[in-house]
């Protein structure tokens, strides 16, 4: 729980309600000072009861105030050691910050959202995904925007090892094509915070095609997710210069490697030989090295 505290009170922030909404976000804004307030201060803080504090406290998974302090010291330590070992202060970008810095800065994030993204994926769901696509006689990806990346990502690897599958950026092709999906197809839509209308649109109706529908948002709380059959979180953060739709790049890409890997897995002569062929379908394209001498 200490290790992936900050990250899972992240995610569930769209589900508080505004009084404990408000404790969250007093609480990732400065974790560190919240972590050695008593309860009466931080509910002071931020304008609510002691009472609030403390059912905020169990709705995020602790017994009472003392653990969930006790649990954000933790966090906070681990956090200051991590930053530690990319040379950074903190996190955020400043307008002033050297390229060098903004460098450590961006090796920190990007480290930080593939490892907590790994550390709370539900591996059960992802066995069952995996399981799902390999059975599935079509795969559709929808995404929009840079979720539009990840989704072609995934659609373009499953294509190289010959899964049928396709990845739509467009709302309506997606759309029609989620409407005539076949019963046992995967329907997989990647949205950051899981309220794409588009996408939350096509996975309703391949849902109702008889499509195994598979979310990866970073609000596991979220309509996308609530409207799936497996939801694949990620855990992604947002800062000055780096919004969600940045920040969720490196952790949709990690789930969309892990699935790959795991279908390579499940079919390992399969998979060589597909890649073999592709690879020997592109090699003449390549121009040839210039003669050196």
Known sequence: MVEDMLARLRQTLPTLRPSERRIAEATLADPAAVSSLRITELAAH??????????????????????????LAGAVADENGRRRQFGVSEGDIAPTDATSEVVRKLAYQEARAVQE?????NLEEVDRVVDAIIAAPFIDVYGSSSSGLAAQDLAYKLRRIGYYTSAWSDAHLGMTSAAVLRPGSVAIAFSHSGETEEALTALDIAKRTGAYTVAVTNFPGSPLADLADSVLATASRETRFRYGAMSSRMAQLMIVDVLFTGVAQRRPD?????????????EGRRRPSPEVG
């Open 46 to 71: 931020c304008d609510t009861s002691t009472a609030t504090v403390a059912r905020f406290c169990r709705t995020i998974g602790f017994e009472n105030y003392k653990s969930f302090c006790l649990a």
């Open 117 to 121: 993204t790994a550390e709370m994926l």
């Open 270 to 282: 399969a998979v060589t030989q597909a890649l073999a062929a592709t690879l020997s379908a592109v």
